[in-house]
């Protein structure tokens, strides 16, 4: 039995097209899940992420239910905040919520004085976890995915103190202070760092850095003050394991998410269909996406349309990783995922 390093998964991250392209979901482990619900009640959320027997049963539950292709490490983007001494609760229907928004330049001192290293310090439950995980996947050969929130999107929540529309605060931080800016940034690029490298001890195969709101920015404000910083969090995981970056809502600044050529995989949202968005990309990027999660409530036929269109494209490119152009929403149901890993497989759905 091959291991992770000669999965599918790992093989379309470097380039080889394979006969059938590898499929697994973002946010497939969780929320729609029913025994993910089951398994939660009584629990919070960031207190799940930090019980390791209790994350690596949820990171596993998508896999042995709908035979996806890897398995993405089960967490929230604001954990290696919390390993860090920053003090944040996921509040249900809300999101990660932050008792002391970063502000002012005095705010960004007082946060980046707490070392990157804490969190490497503290992950070791996070390290557990992964390694649970992997020992469980070991007869497979089906990979872990380790992943991280990318600097923008945790600065957006910390210095919004909390979810928003338009990110305005953070965005004007970068041009009315932008040396408070990129402190703020580099730290956090170095506490995301220290988050995957704990997956990748623990055996993840590969690494996902998250921007949600990067579709906010200008060209030019991603190109200055967040492309650097995102690098940064990605760089000492370069050469080590393959790495994907996906942002939401990124077209006008997609060939920006290569950062210079230097990740695998660039995940692709719904907006864009793949071969446009492999055009833009090159033939040294593999693409990952993009089914429409609306789509996920559509009518099967048209589902299946979807999909096989969503495959066809993705021939263009010089690899495909069929995933959602964003994460599985929460009312869907199980069976529609379980099918379309079928379909990907060439099985009878």
């Known amino acids: 039995m091959p291991g992770p390093a000669d999965s599918l998964l790992v093989r379309a991250l470097r380039g080889e097209r394979l006969d059938r392209p590898p499929v697994w979901f973002m946010r497939q482990a969780g929320r729609s899940l029913p025994e993910y619900r089951d398994l939660?009640?009584?629990?919070?959320?960031?207190?799940?992420?930090?019980?390791?027997?209790?994350?690596?049963?949820?990171?596993?539950?998508?896999?042995?239910?709908?035979g996806v292709?890897?398995?993405?490490?089960?967490?929230?983007?604001?954990?290696?905040?919390?390993?860090?001494?920053?003090?944040v609760e996921i509040q249900p229907g809300r999101g990660p919520v932050f008792a002391e928004p970063v502000r002012t330049a005095d705010d960004v001192r007082r946060i980046t004085?707490?070392?990157?290293?804490?969190?490497?310090?503290?992950?070791?439950?996070?390290?557990?976890?992964?390694?649970l995980v992997v020992a469980e996947l070991a007869a497979s050969g089906t990979p872990l995915i380790g992943f991280a929130g990318a600097p923008f999107t945790l600065a957006a929540y910390l210095i919004e103190g909390g979810p928003s529309k338009e990110h305005l605060r953070a965005r004007a931080m970068m041009h009315a202070d932008p040396e408070s800016w990129h402190r703020l940034a580099g730290w956090l690029a170095a506490v995301s760092a220290a988050f995957l490298a704990a997956q990748v001890e623990?055996?993840?195969?590969?690494?996902?850095?998250?921007?949600?709101?990067a579709g906010s920015l200008s060209p030019?404000?991603?190109?200055?003050?967040?492309?650097?910083?995102?690098?940064?969090?990605?760089?000492p995981m370069l050469g080590s394991v393959p790495t994907i970056h996906f942002g939401v809502g990124t077209g006008p600044i997609l060939?920006?998410?290569?950062?210079?050529?230097?990740?695998?995989?660039?995940?692709?949202?719904?907006?864009?269909?793949?071969?446009?968005?492999?055009?833009?990309?090159?033939?040294?990027?593999?693409?990952?996406?993009?089914?429409?999660?609306?789509?996920?409530?559509?009518?099967?036929?048209?589902?299946?349309?979807?999909?096989?269109?969503?495959?066809?494209?993705?021939?263009?490119?010089?690899?495909?990783?069929?995933?959602?152009?964003?994460?599985?929403?929460?009312e869907t149901d199980p069976a529609v995922l379980t099918r379309i890993v079928a379909l990907a497989h060439g099985e009878t759905a």
């Not at 404000?221 to 760089?235: C, G, K, Q, T």
């Not at 996406?289 to 993705?314: F, K, M, S, T, Y």
């Open 40 to 66: 939660r009640v009584g629990t919070r959320m960031l207190d799940a992420c930090l019980e390791p027997s209790l994350a690596a049963e949820i990171t596993l539950q998508p896999v042995r239910r709908h």
């Open 69 to 87: 292709d890897a398995a993405i490490f089960f967490s929230d983007i604001v954990v290696p905040l919390r390993l860090a001494g920053v003090e």
């Open 113 to 131: 004085a707490i070392s990157p290293d804490a969190v490497a310090q503290a992950a070791g439950p996070i390290r557990e976890a992964a390694a």
């Open 202 to 213: 623990g055996g993840a195969s590969a690494v996902q850095l998250f921007d949600s709101w």
């Open 220 to 235: 030019a404000d991603y190109r200055a003050f967040v492309a650097p910083h995102s690098l940064s969090a990605l760089e």
């Open 255 to 330: 060939a920006d998410m290569r950062l210079g050529g230097r990740v695998d995989a660039v995940g692709v949202d719904w907006r864009m269909p793949l071969d446009e968005a492999a055009a833009l990309l090159g033939d040294a990027t593999t693409v990952q996406g993009n089914i429409d999660p609306a789509l996920l409530q559509a009518p099967w036929p048209v589902l299946e349309a979807h999909v096989l269109d969503v495959i066809e494209r993705g021939r263009s490119a010089r690899a495909h990783i069929l995933n959602l152009g964003h994460g599985v929403p929460p």
